[in-house]
């Protein structure tokens, strides 16, 4: 078993940025491919990035536009994911993510293991 938890959601204003975390226990996330999700009010769950094994980002460029990125602390088997410039389309509650198999998909349901989210809020 591997549990996820989250933090770092918040209110901020358009332009602002935040940091989330993705907090693990339970494996080693270095050995997993672990990913943000974002779910907005009435919308499907979308894939925001991934970060694989060797620590490469593979991002949505078509939502997030360079804006965010994915880091990682080997150390304290956490994941990040730094926001930048946010716009009121963020609002969402993000999620953080994780699957065994050596690639990064896009699709939420190939993901084995979830937090419980936390929200972002962004006012214009």
């Known amino acids: 078993q591997m549990q996820l938890v989250e933090s770092g959601g918040g209110l901020v204003q358009a332009g602002g940025s935040l940091r989330l975390s993705c907090a693990a226990s339970g494996r080693t996330i270095t050995n997993w491919i672990t990913a943000w999700f974002r779910q907005a009010p009435g919308k499907a769950r979308e894939f925001v990035g991934a970060?694989?094994?060797?620590?490469?980002?593979?991002m949505n460029t078509d939502s997030v536009k360079g804006r965010f990125t994915i880091s990682r602390d080997n150390a304290k088997n956490t994941m990040y994911l730094q926001m930048n410039d946010l716009k009121p389309e963020d609002t969402a509650v993000y999620y953080c993510a994780a699957r065994y198999m050596p690639y990064v998909s896009r699709n939420s349901m190939e993901y084995e293991f979830w937090g419980k989210g936390t929200l972002v809020t962004v006012s214009s």
């Open positions: 970060i694989n094994r060797s620590g490469e980002n593979e």
